[in-house]
């Protein structure tokens, strides 16, 4: 199995001068979720109160947190009891959509600034779409609003082999394949608008994981990016635990005092065997 830092690793690592840039973090296993993934909530830290919209055509949508031993177990349902932040949008006429939003306490997108996002997902249905953006701003009001301000946008679209990246030039496939065990999703920021997308995917049968990198992309209207969006648009397929898409690890780092390279900082998620 490929070792990685847990969530109660990283915050014991934090003490070290080496993830000294690590300004923000949060888990779905923080007490914060432990109601539920609400309005306003908010965990870890560096980060403002998440905040949600859906909309539904005679189908279902929505968010919650997920369990490993209520809803299978997963790669980004990490640690005990192993949550992770799920949204829903399936078996409807095409208009179920779902998405949340969440300014962060630091502005990113100058050099040395990163983003890093656990991400898994089950079937989805042809031409519906899951993924993240990121976002000048933090408008939060329809789902419409998970565009509004993007720099970049990272999303996975049904009937498609790769994982496609959104940036000023337009779509990219990033050659990262579909596939059922998860993804870290890592945005390095190199100074003037341009990033490096880092795309990780884990295979548990084998325990391996590849690394796609898709370099030197342009932020859209370039500017400091202030909030990310989390969505599913119609991307579900029939319903269940394999037409979710669950987030997890949310990390930002900025470059350690001193320094002017990128802190390292390591995948968060504890490698699980895939829902059967």
């Known amino acids: 199995m490929v070792k990685q830092i847990t969530a109660v690793g990283l915050v014991a690592a934090l003490a070290s001068a080496s993830v000294a840039g ?23 830290f560096g980060f403002g109160g998440w905040a949600f919209a859906s ?25 005990n009891p ?4 799920a949204l ?8 179920e959509r779902s998405a949340a939003f969440r300014a962060f306490g630091t502005d990113i997108g100058t050099a040395g600034t990163s983003l890093e996002i656990t991400l898994e997902y089950g079937f989805i249905g042809d031409g519906g779409r899951i993924g993240i953006a990121l976002r000048h701003g933090n408008t939060n009001t329809t ?27 337009g779509e990219i496939e990033t050659g990262a394949g579909f596939g059922f065990d998860g993804i870290t999703a890592r945005f390095i920021f190199t100074g003037g608008g341009a990033f490096d997308l880092q795309i990780e995917r884990f295979f548990s049968e084998s325990g391996d994981s590849d690394i796609a990198t898709t370099p030197g992309l342009q932020l859209a209207n370039v500017g400091p990016i202030q909030s990310i969006a989390l969505f599913s648009d ?6 269940g635990v394999n037409s979710d898409v669950y ?17 390292a900082f390591a995948a968060v998620a504890v490698r699980r065997r895939r829902y059967h």
């Open 55 to 79: 909309e539904t055509s005679n189908g279902f949508a929505g968010r919650f947190v997920a369990d490993q031993n209520a809803d299978g177990p997963s790669n980004v349902l990490n640690g």
């Open 88 to 95: 829903f949008a399936n078996n409807g006429d095409g208009a």
């Open 247 to 263: 987030f997890n690890n949310l990390t930002i780092a900025i470059p350690a005092p001193g320094s002017a390279i990128l802190v």
């Open 22 to 44: 690590i300004v923000g973090f949060d888990s779905a296993d923080d007490a914060a979720y432990d109601d539920g993934w609400a309005d306003n909530s908010n965990g870890g």
């Open 143 to 169: 789902f419409n609003d998970v565009s509004a301000g993007s720099a970049a946008e990272l999303f996975f679209e049904g009937g498609d082999a790769n994982f496609t990246v959104l940036d000023a030039s």
């Open 234 to 239: 119609d991307g579900g397929n029939s319903g």
């Open 82 to 85: 192993g949550r992770a932040w």
